[in-house]
């Protein structure tokens, strides 16, 4: 009888953990014998003996029960069980390989090539499980023999595209025998195939190096387009999936700054680099470095090169420093932390194999420069040698090595499951109970608590090394950005923190600390943010959209020249830092402002920054000093662009640091946007009358309504503008330019290339968005309306509503003496007398056409919920209306001064009066701090902590609950009035 004795002699046969799937295998094993039979009969008698071999029996049932990528293999190919009775793990294992070497395999078509070397990959496969799960190959076997058959993977298919590359006449080649030999190009690995430590579904970690001086290209295609294509290839033949299956996945992402190298990179470059803009991390990984195909050569001259940079000549303290801030970074517990098991990560998790990892290597960097001993990129050899050097305890070291091994066996059983990589528990009793099995214990709870005490060792060993790191401060959790992948415990910090899109977060941070940008290319840099990163986090977690305050802050950041200097001022002075985080998460035009002009900042650095702004006629002659020294019309354009936003930003600061308040952002805003409009109308008119003259006699003013009118702006508010002309000569016709035009249409083609200017885009920004729609008959008329017919549409034409809307107008720009006309006519038709009735009609049915169609609930939505500006308004404007015939003294654009105005002269009670007033400066100031802050979102439940605290000192209240108690008691008494003095009067 035929038995598996070099399987089962050891007694070592699990139990299957799917017992049913395990008889329906060994039934499809058995017939499978039958249908061989007549033409395989030696191995069909095999299959079928070992069936009726107790122990064979078992373990066949054990392997079919625990795994379905092994059975596969096993029903596919049972030639290599059979194999293996014969010749045993060793020699089959050495058969195998030596049967790729010498058939000459990359000689072949690239289709024969990966389908041949994906066969050998099952093979090698079920060589390796079978010899792990027998215990005939302890870890260190198992792990070089997977390590070297990759090796020779990525020789073959190297070889295979050397040869190709020579018969297509793209390379010259040494040896046609030999491809690889003195060809210029290496591949290196790293990671766990560099060590020899490779996972039984690991990923290989590869970069592919060529010497410009060594290889030989004689083809007409760019020779880096030409080896990046290669190295695609390559990483095709290895990682492609196919009806066979695939080789290796393959990841390049440890080449030096991935984002933005081509996949094949010169030694010069790489050197270069390493040495100009390398990291501790990356010393790390490259302890691992080894040349495993290709010119053998040129890998090992270029890792010779690199020692400098990996291992110090002196004790490396700066080596220490910059571990020492990553430590810092990871949130590390001493002692039985509670682990959960169920899901837990053993790669990168809690105590797992990354931990191990950087136990020894942390301390190899920092001794290894001295003692060559300590350099092994094994990781169990490395700890070992740590002990021996007397820079870790021998109980440590020896706990650690046993706690890796039983990790790494733990996470070749998660994967020889189904060829997964995967290194997570399951989440479920049932499939943990099945892992339970296949690792040879009795049950689920056994071996979750053998997990616990393994894992609780390595975190405690790792924690010590904590002990003299100083915690980050403000953030509970991990915040590590090292490396090339995630970190678990970084992205549920980074969702705690209100981060949605954590993995984009984390992977943007890694880029700063890979130095992709300029301001974080210095080692200097990199340790300040490190030092910065959780204030960062913390102030942008407070923002209505943490995402998007952050992605703000990265355009930020990426326009800096350098980030040392920066840095080092937030350091010093953390004010600085909270106002730049307030700035990106709390004020999206200001940030948007100080992303292309970063050196806005260096003015929040002096105390005249947050001075009072100087009145409309400084700022106007402020903004003339810096538009006169404009070479052309776009000059302007982008002059008064940098003027207008500046001073916007300069506002928006002081709203945010409450230095002023909502009433006086609006003043503030109104008489930027009036110096503007002065400011910018000349230029507008010059280069307009380039091409068509101008007019001697003709004036042209713009009248400021809505928002700017009553000196009420927002942040991002439209300009509500109304464009009135006369010639007073009625002679004269037309322009006198080389393209005349009539009057009517000299100013409205005049008043659209205002409102270009204003609206167009730029690289500095849009100035302001223009409605003209409260022209005399809306979008229907003419852009600009002429005096007479504006006055006449005023005193004959126009509706109520439309005078309501001119209790706000005043000229804000333009020739003085229309200026003056226009304002008389504007203060004419307010205080003519009219039919109170009608007017209370028409006010009412006005705002119920407008609650119709804008009607809400949100008390937020200050304007038009019910008991909002627009009921302030209303009342204010009815009363100018209905009284300014007997006191014109108490017209005013300014909402807030009618209701003193009216108060004064007894037409409302003065208590009421008062209460208007109140309200009123409370709405605008909430406004203002919602426009900055949030722009138009106003869900309370999307609120961080941040916004609501802003809210509440708005409001001059303690908490954000106050502050919208205090709204709704507003606009209840608001609403109390509207009712009161508009529909219950008579």
Same mark, same amino acid.
């Given at each position: 009888? %035929?038995?598996?004795?070099?399987?089962?002699?050891?007694?070592?046969?699990?139990?299957?953990?799917?017992?049913?799937?395990?008889?329906?295998?060994? @039934?499809?094993?058995?017939?499978?014998?039958? $249908?061989?039979?007549? %033409?395989?009969?030696?191995?069909?008698?095999?299959?079928?003996?070992?069936?009726?071999?107790?122990? @064979? #029996?078992?373990?066949?049932? +054990?392997?079919?029960?625990?795994?379905?990528?092994?059975?596969q293999i096993l029903q596919k190919d049972p030639f290599l069980l059979e194999l293996l009775h014969k010749l045993g793990f060793d020699k089959?294992?050495?058969?195998?390989?030596?049967?790729?070497?010498?058939?000459?395999?990359?000689?072949?078509?690239?289709?024969?090539?990966?389908?041949?070397?994906?066969?050998?990959?099952?093979?090698?496969?079920?060589?390796?499980?079978?010899?792990?799960? +027998?215990?005939?190959?302890?870890?260190?076997?198992?792990?070089?023999?997977?390590s070297e058959f990759a090796e020779l993977s990525i020789s073959i298919g190297l070889k295979h595209l050397l040869l190709q590359a020579s018969k297509s006449s793209q390379m010259k080649l040494n040896s046609i025998d030999d491809p690889e030999f003195e060809c210029g190009i290496t591949v290196l690995a790293l990671g766990k195939l560099g060590a020899f430590e490779l996972n039984y579904s690991s990923d290989i970690d590869l970069m592919v190096l060529f010497d410009g001086q060594i290889i030989s290209f004689i083809g007409k295609e760019n020779p880096q387009k030409f080896l990046n294509r290669m190295v695609r290839e390559l990483v095709s033949i290895l990682a492609e999936r196919t009806a066979d299956g695939?080789?290796?996945?393959?990841?390049? #992402?440890?080449?030096?700054?991935?984002?933005?190298?081509?996949?094949?990179?010169?030694?010069?470059?790489?050197?270069?680099?390493?040495?100009?803009?390398?990291?501790?991390?990356?010393?790390?990984?490259?302890?691992?470095?080894?040349?495993?195909?290709?010119?053998?050569?040129?890998? +090992?001259?270029?890792?010779?090169?690199?020692?400098?940079?990996?291992?110090?000549?002196?004790?490396?303290?700066?080596?220490?420093?910059?571990?020492?801030?990553?430590?810092?970074?990871?949130?590390?517990?001493?002692?039985?932390?509670?682990?959960?098991?169920?899901?837990?990560?053993?790669?990168?998790?809690?105590?797992?194999?990354?931990?191990?990892?950087?136990?020894?290597?942390?301390?190899?960097l920092i001794w290894g420069g001295k003692e060559p001993d300590l350099r092994s990129g094994n990781t169990c050899i490395a700890l070992l040698a740590l002990a021996n050097a007397g820079h870790a305890k021998d109980t440590a070291v020896s706990e650690l090595v046993e706690a890796y091994e039983f990790?790494?066996?733990?996470?070749? #059983?998660?994967?020889?499951?189904?060829?997964?990589?995967?290194?997570?528990?399951?989440?479920?009793?049932?499939?943990?109970?099945?892992?339970?099995?296949?690792?040879?214990?009795?049950?689920?709870?056994?071996?979750?608590?053998?997990?616990?005490?393994?894992? +609780?060792? %390595?975190?405690?060993?790792?924690?010590?090394?904590?002990?003299?790191?100083?915690?980050?401060?403000?953030?509970?959790?991990?915040? $590590?950005?090292?490396?090339?992948?995630?970190?678990?415990?970084?992205?549920?910090?980074?969702?705690?923190?209100?981060?949605?899109?954590?993995?984009?977060?984390?992977?943007?941070?890694?880029?700063?600390?890979?130095?992709?940008?300029?301001?974080?290319?210095?080692?200097?840099?990199?340790?300040?943010?490190?030092?910065l990163m959780p204030t960062l986090l913390s102030a942008f977690s407070q923002t209505i959209n943490p995402d998007a305050a952050f992605i703000r802050f990265d355009k930020f950041l990426?326009?800096?020249?350098?980030?040392?200097?920066?840095?080092?001022?937030?350091?010093?002075?953390?004010?600085?830092?909270?106002?730049?985080?307030?700035?990106?998460?709390?004020? &999206?035009?200001?940030?948007?402002?100080?992303?292309?002009?970063?050196?806005?900042?260096?003015? $929040?650095?002096t105390g005249r920054f947050f001075e009072p702004l100087e009145n409309l006629n400084k700022l106007s002659d402020d903004l003339l000093s810096q538009l006169v020294h404009s070479d052309d019309f776009q000059d302007v354009l982008d002059a008064s662009r940098r003027w207008t936003h500046d001073r916007e930003f300069q506002i928006g600061m002081q709203l945010l640091r409450g230095n002023i308040s909502g009433e006086d952002s609006g003043k503030l805003l109104s008489d930027v946007a009036e110096a503007t409009l002065g400011g910018i109308l000349p230029h507008v008119e010059i280069e307009f009358q380039r091409t068509h003259g101008h007019l001697v006699s003709g004036e042209f003013a713009i009248v400021g309504f809505g928002k700017l009118g009553g000196r009420e702006i927002t942040f991002s508010s439209d300009l509500d503008l109304v464009f009135i002309y006369r010639g007073t000569d009625l002679n004269l016709k037309e322009s006198n330019g080389q393209r005349t035009?009539?009057?009517?249409?000299?100013?409205?083609?005049?008043?659209?290339?205002?409102?270009?200017?204003?609206?167009?885009?730029? &690289?500095?920004?849009?100035?302001?968005?223009?409605?003209?729609?409260?022209? &005399?008959?809306?979008?229907?008329?003419?852009?600009?309306?002429?005096?007479?017919?504006?006055?006449?549409?005023?005193?004959?034409?126009?509706?109520?509503?439309?005078?309501?809307?001119?209790?706000?107008?005043?000229?804000?720009?333009?020739?003085?003496?229309?200026? @003056?006309?226009?304002?008389?006519?504007i203060k004419q038709v307010l205080t003519q007398a009219r039919d109170p009735d009608e007017l209370r009609r028409d006010v009412i049915d006005m705002r119920n056409r407008i609650n119709k169609n804008r009607h809400t609930s949100n008390v937020w939505k200050l304007k038009h919920v019910r008991g909002g500006l627009l009921d302030l308004e209303f009342i204010a404007q009815y009363f100018q209306l209905r009284e300014a015939s007997n006191y014109p003294d108490i017209i005013n654009p300014e909402t807030y001064k009618v209701y003193m105005n009216l108060g004064q002269h007894g037409i409302i009670n003065k208590n009421t009066a008062l209460e208007l007033m109140t309200a009123t400066k409370l709405l605008r100031r909430m406004q203002a701090m919602f426009r900055l802050m949030v722009g138009v979102e106003r869900d309370e439940n999307l609120y961080p902590e941040g916004v609501r605290q802003a809210l509440a000192k708005a409001a001059h209240t303690d908490t954000f609950t106050e502050a919208k108690n205090k709204v709704i008691e507003t606009q209840k008494l608001v609403r109390h009035y509207y009712t009161e003095l508009l529909e219950s009067s008579k």
């Open positions: 009888m %035929v038995n598996l004795s070099f399987l089962t002699d050891n007694g070592r046969i699990l139990k299957p953990a799917n017992s049913e799937r395990a008889s329906r295998e060994l @039934s499809t094993w058995k017939q499978k014998a039958d $249908v061989i039979s007549e %033409v395989e009969p030696e191995l069909s008698n095999f299959m079928i003996e070992i069936t009726k071999d107790n122990k @064979s #029996r078992a373990f066949l049932t +054990s392997i079919f029960g625990n795994s379905p990528y092994l059975t089959s294992y050495k058969n195998l390989l030596d049967s790729l070497i010498t058939k000459g395999l990359w000689q072949n078509e690239r289709k024969a090539v990966m389908a041949d070397l994906r066969s050998a990959k099952h093979s090698c496969a079920l060589i390796t499980a079978l010899a792990d799960i +027998s215990d005939a190959w302890n870890l260190q076997k198992v792990c070089r023999n997977l695939y080789v290796f996945r393959t990841d390049m #992402r440890l080449r030096p700054d991935p984002s933005s190298t081509p996949l094949a990179v010169s030694t010069a470059a790489a050197e270069q680099y390493y040495e100009s803009l390398g990291q501790n991390w990356e010393r790390a990984a490259m302890i691992k470095a080894r040349a495993v195909a290709g010119d053998q050569k040129v890998g +090992s001259h270029f890792i010779k090169r690199l020692k400098p940079f990996v291992w110090r000549k002196y004790l490396d303290f700066a080596a220490i420093e910059d571990i020492h801030s990553i430590k810092r970074q990871i949130n590390a517990h001493k002692g039985h932390h509670q682990i959960t098991v169920l899901g837990h990560d053993i790669k990168v998790g809690r105590g797992g194999i990354r931990e191990i990892e950087f136990f020894a290597q942390t301390q190899q990790l790494r066996k733990l996470e070749h #059983r998660l994967q020889m499951v189904a060829d997964e990589q995967t290194h997570s528990i399951p989440n479920d009793e049932a499939s943990l109970s099945n892992i339970a099995s296949f690792m040879n214990y009795e049950s689920g709870f056994k071996l979750s608590e053998d997990i616990k005490m393994y894992l +609780s060792t %390595v975190e405690t060993h790792y924690a010590a090394l904590f002990e003299n790191s100083p915690a980050l401060a403000g953030i509970t959790g991990n915040l $590590v950005f090292t490396g090339t992948e995630d970190d678990p415990d970084t992205l549920n910090t980074l969702a705690n923190l209100g981060f949605r899109d954590g993995k984009s977060i984390s992977a943007i941070i890694r880029g700063w600390h890979h130095g992709r940008i300029r301001a974080t290319r210095s080692a200097r840099a990199r340790e300040l943010l490190t030092q990426q326009n800096l020249p350098t980030g040392i200097q920066l840095f080092s001022m937030f350091y010093a002075r953390p004010g600085l830092l909270d106002s730049l985080a307030e700035i990106m998460g709390t004020a &999206p035009s200001l940030a948007e402002h100080l992303g292309r002009h970063p050196n806005l900042l260096d003015g $929040v650095l035009l009539p009057i009517s249409q000299y100013y409205g083609r005049l008043s659209q290339r205002l409102v270009s200017a204003l609206n167009s885009l730029t &690289p500095e920004g849009k100035l302001y968005k223009v409605d003209a729609r409260l022209r &005399p008959s809306g979008s229907a008329s003419p852009l600009a309306s002429e005096m007479g017919g504006f006055s006449e549409y005023q005193k004959r034409s126009a509706w109520n509503w439309e005078h309501m809307a001119l209790t706000r107008a005043r000229v804000v720009a333009g020739s003085k003496t229309l200026s @003056s006309d226009i304002d008389k006519l």
